[in-house]
């Protein structure tokens, strides 16, 4: 059993992090990758984004589906590290519940953090950069 730090567990546990992130984003990449590659119009896209983050058309279904699916994709990540780290048995967690408690809540925080940064930050820009309505969802107005 190796006795880890949490910074070496969060840094490999990165993958899980950004992923879950970019599952939680879902709603709004569509839009941004259907007008930068010309394949929907800016209104199209637009109208897609509104449905899949608001909800709007019978899609109130999608967004809570895809902030469920990336919390669960965070916590299979942690379950699968920890036990692929030799942490298989309650014993074992028992001895280091610290471990395990610090680096599940940083994980945690950093993804939730991440998709704020993705969702909120880079996605909006680039969707303002490619004329989609999205003005009025910046952080910063």
């Given at each position: ?45 637009a109208a897609l984004s509104n449905d899949l983050y608001w909800g709007t058309n019978g899609m109130g279904w999608f967004r809570p589906l895809l902030l469920s699916l990336s919390t669960v994709l965070v916590i299979a990540g942690l379950v ?62």
């Amino acid at each position: 059993m190796s006795e880890g730090t949490v910074s070496n567990d969060v840094r490999s546990l990165w993958k899980y992090i950004g992923g879950s992130a970019f599952v939680a984003s879902l709603c709004c990449f569509p839009s941004i990758v259907l007008v930068f590659f010309g394949l929907a119009s800016v209104s199209s896209a637009a109208a897609l984004s509104n449905d899949l983050y608001w909800g709007t058309n019978g899609m109130g279904w999608f967004r809570p589906l895809l902030l469920s699916l990336s919390t669960v994709l965070v916590i299979a990540g942690l379950v699968l590290y920890f036990r692929k780290d030799g942490i298989c048995s309650l014993d074992e967690a028992r001895r280091q519940r610290k471990r395990i408690i610090n680096t599940s809540l940083v994980v945690l925080m950093l993804a939730f953090i991440s998709y704020i940064v993705l969702n909120f930050i880079i996605l909006t820009e680039l969707g303002v950069a490619l004329n989609l309505p999205w003005e009025s969802s910046r952080i910063w107005n």
